[in-house]
């Protein structure tokens, strides 16, 4: 098992997801924000190194506005060096990596437009982990779509433009998540036996939209949607609900023992943990020594 928290660490005195304002775009201000991003990522990766937290999620904006069609700034070639040597220290060091493009990415829309610049978004992000070197278990991670008052057609729409639109290089690393409000993990077993994709399972967006599959079951059903030599194990993506905030709203910081209770609860299930709390890191360090604790890690 591996444990890990998503693309900002409030530790270090730098950010991998610098950007500027679209109407301030340059060349010039292009590289030097990436080269400051890219610095910065290579912090955090020996940061997560040195405090055994081997998975970690990339920002999307390592490289500013490169799905955009402002940008024709052959940024790949650019840095493909730096990116390459930002993967050979990741497969080093063993480190799983994920993506997870931002809301605006849905490939069921009913509008072309939209559409393309999902794919647009997905092959850009796709890229950075190719430029990498790494293999398919480190993933893109997108949530199903809107219904669109028809499900059953969304459904029917994300595998067609699956099968018809998205490139191979995307397909392979492409996984979709059960969501808090349209897509649960029901509907995402749909999605997988339309198109083979795995599913990243949330704990917290299962107890707001379910089936009634209690905890354990849930996550072994969508551990059954991974293929380990060409997607490794289970991403699962872990919270709690806030108290007193929306239904859906992450905690601020981890609770050991409904964290200790859950891995006691999926005890045998191997999984990847991403810790979508607030407190980033500080939440992490928590889970790796209750996990450690258990014999998990």
């Not at 940061?47 to 055994?52: A, I, L, R, S």
């Not at 998975?55 to 940024?75: E, G, I, K």
């Not at 994300?158 to 492409?174: G, W």
Request: hydrophobic letters at 35%; proline letters at 4%.
């Amino acid at each position: 098992m591996k444990i890990g928290y998503p693309c900002i660490n409030e530790t270090l005195d730098c950010s991998s997801s610098r950007t500027f304002r679209l109407a301030s775009y340059s060349e010039e201000r292009l590289i030097q924000t990436v080269e400051q991003n890219l610095s910065c990522l290579r912090r955090i990766l020996e940061f997560n190194v040195e405090h055994g937290l081997y998975f970690f999620r990339l920002t999307s904006d390592l490289v500013p506005f490169a799905s955009h069609p402002v940008n024709t700034y052959n940024w790949q070639e650019h840095f493909k060096l730096t990116l390459r040597r930002l993967g050979d220290y990741i497969k080093r060091h063993n480190l799983r990596i994920s993506m997870h493009p931002d809301q605006f990415v849905v490939l069921n829309s009913p509008t072309p437009q939209t559409v393309q610049n999902s794919i647009a978004e997905l092959v850009y992000q796709g890229s950075i982990l190719d430029l990498m070197g790494l293999d398919t278990t480190a993933k893109l991670q997108i949530h199903g779509g809107g219904a669109y008052g028809d499900k059953e057609s969304a459904l029917n729409r994300f595998a067609e433009v699956y099968h018809t639109m998205l490139p191979e290089a995307v397909k392979a690393r492409l996984c979709v998540e059960n969501d808090d409000r349209t897509y649960s993990l029901t509907d995402c077993l749909v999605l997988h036996e339309l198109t083979g994709i795995p599913i990243i399972f949330d704990n917290l967006h299962h107890e707001c939209v379910n089936n009634g599959e209690p905890m354990r079951e849930a996550v072994m059903l969508a551990a059954q949607t991974w293929q380990p030599e060409r997607d490794g194990v289970l991403m699962v993506d872990y919270s709690a609900q806030s108290p007193g905030e929306r239904k859906g709203k992450h905690v601020q910081s981890i609770g050991e023992q409904a964290f200790h209770d859950f891995l006691v609860e999926t005890e045998g299930i191997d999984m990847d943990i991403m810790l979508e709390i607030k407190d980033k890191e500080a939440s992490a360090h928590k889970a790796v020594a209750v996990a450690k604790a258990l014999g998990r890690i």
